[in-house]
């Protein structure tokens, strides 16, 4: 299905993974990469040069800690 062809949907399983174990590959990529104090400190210089940045940071600040709680009780 090309409508869900996208980074964050599996359209294709490899033979020997499931959809399950892809998933959490996945997240754990995606924490480790991202998790890392060179991407979180270009991450918040980046965020505090825009004072608009700073602001939708704050707003929506707690949809995306509620967004994470779900996404990891989907894949625990």
Partial sequence: ???LMNC???????????K?????LYDSFFKRFYGRPKMLFKF???LWKSPESVYRFVKDFP????ARKNLR????
Avoid: Q
């Avoid at 964050?8 to 499931?18: A, D, E």
């Avoid at 949809?63 to 509620?66: A, I, V």
């Avoid at 009780?73 to 625990?76: L, N, R, Y």
């Fill in 63 to 66: 949809s995306f800690l509620k």
């Fill in 8 to 18: 964050l949907n599996f359209v294709f399983i490899p033979r020997g993974f499931t």
């Fill in 73 to 76: 009780g989907a894949h625990d």
């Fill in 1 to 3: 299905d090309w409508a």
């Fill in 44 to 46: 918040f210089s980046m």
């Fill in 20 to 24: 399950e174990e892809l998933e959490k």
